[in-house]
C-alpha cells in the first residue's frame, strides 16, 4: 500500500524508526509499509539519536533578520531530539480550518534584470488553512499550538502549516524555544527576552 509521507506520516515513521535499523527489507507498520528507501532516508537522523544525546547547536541555522542573524533549529531537529526525549510523547495534528478558493497575496522581491536591481512585487495564489498540533511527553506536559499559511507564500502551504504547528508546539514544550526564529516572534510587543550568542 503506497502512503504519502505527511509531516503526521513522518511522526508516524519516527515512533518505529527504531525498526529501520535491523530491517533493509519492507517493514509492516500497521497499515503500511516501509520500503527499503524509506529506512535509508531515516537511518541519519536515527544515528544521531542512538549514537549521542542529541545536541541542538549541531544542527542550528543561521537565519537573516533586522537585529542581524539569528540561530533557528528546523523542526525535524526539534521532532529528533523530541523523540530521544520522549518516546512515549503523542503528537496530533487537525485541519481546523481549510479554504481552497481564498485568494491570498504576499508581498516580497524579486531580482529584475533589466533593471539590474531588486522589485516589490505582490505574489497572489489560492489557499488558505489552520493547523492545530497537540503535543505531549507522556509525562504530564502538553502544549497546543496553532499555525495558518497561505498558497501566496508557499506552494505546499498545506504541508507547511502542519510542519508549523508542529514545531510551535514542540517549542512550547522546550524543543528549540530559543531558536525558533521568528514562529514565536511577537514584533513589537515583547513578553521575554531573545537569546543573543
Known amino acids: 500500500m503506497e502512503f504519502a509521507l505527511s509531516a503526521k506520516n513522518c511522526l508516524i515513521l519516527a515512533l518505529s524508526a527504531k ?6 527489507s519492507a517493514i509492516e507498520l500497521g497499515y503500511f509499509s516501509l520500503s ?16 549521542k544525546p542529541f545536541n541542538p547547536n549541531e544542527h542550528l541555522m543561521q537565519l537573516k533578520s533586522k537585529e542581524g542573524p539569528k540561530d533557528y533549529l528546523p523542526v525535524q ?4 531530539w523530541y ?18 478558493d481564498r485568494e491570498t497575496t504576499e508581498d516580497g522581491y524579486a531580482w529584475n534584470e533589466q533593471t539590474r536591481r531588486s522589485e516589490k512585487i505582490t ?27 497561505k498558497a501566496a507564500s508557499f506552494p505546499d502551504y498545506i504541508e507547511k502549516c502542519e510542519t508549523g504547528a508542529v514545531g510551535r508546539a514542540l517549542a512550547m ?22 537569546v543573543k550568542r
Open 19 to 24: 525498526l529501520c535499523r535491523s530491517d533493509e
Open 77 to 80: 531537529w526539534r521532532l529528533v
Open 173 to 194: 514544550l522546550g524543543y528549540g524555544t530559543q531558536f525558533t526564529g521568528d514562529e514565536l516572534d511577537e514584533q513589537h510587543r515583547i513578553v521575554d527576552s531573545p
Open 123 to 149: 505574489k497572489r495564489g489560492l489557499g488558505f488553512c489552520i493547523f492545530k498540533a497537540t503535543i505531549t511527553d507522556g509525562h504530564g506536559a502538553s502544549a497546543i499550538a496553532y499555525k495558518s499559511e
Open 36 to 51: 527499503a528507501k524509506l529506512c535509508r532516508f531515516w537511518r541519519p537522523l536515527i544515528a544521531v539519536s542512538h549514537n
Open 83 to 100: 523523540r530521544e526525549r520522549c518516546p512515549e510523547g503523542t503528537i496530533e495534528t487537525e485541519m481546523i480550518h481549510f479554504d481552497p
